[in-house]
């Protein structure tokens, strides 16, 4: 029986392997208590086999602008749900990162505004 509950989890390498995150993100994500682990008796540490779309939604909250942090608070629809876009618990959070990316994107086109201008006086002056 001890054979079944091995075999229905997963080791960090198959858990890398079929997510494509790196073992190193895994135990952070683990670390953070994003992902729910247990360890074996040679104290290996197992994921269940949902941690597979844990891995990869969490690699997607992350590429959108989130925090462990941010993520670890977000409710089970958010962070369980491969490819889950929204959950009225998280519209606020993600209202928040869009104003910020937004506020950065401005701040990003004023630098190259500011740049393109000192090129041009340059180019007028002779240089």
């Known amino acids: 029986m001890h054979e ?9 390498g ?3 392997h079929r997510t494509g995150a790196s073992l190193r993100s895994i135990r952070h994500y683990d670390e953070h208590g994003l992902l729910a682990s247990v360890r074996a008796d040679n104290r290996y540490r197992r994921f269940p086999g949902a941690a597979v779309t844990q891995v990869k939604q969490i690699q997607r909250l992350i590429a959108a602008g989130f925090s ?3 993520i ?13 876009a929204m959950c009225p618990e998280t519209t606020p959070a993600q209202r928040k990162r869009l104003a910020e990316v937004e506020r950065q994107i ?3 086109e004023q630098r190259r505004a500011r740049l393109l201008a000192m090129l041009t006086e340059a180019r007028s002056a002779g240089g």
């Open 106 to 108: 401005a701040d990003l």
């Open 14 to 16: 198959e858990l890398a």
């Open 4 to 12: 079944t509950s091995q075999s229905a989890t997963l080791s960090i």
């Open 68 to 70: 462990l942090a941010e």
């Open 72 to 84: 670890r608070g977000f409710p089970d629809c958010m962070r369980l749900i491969e490819g889950a």
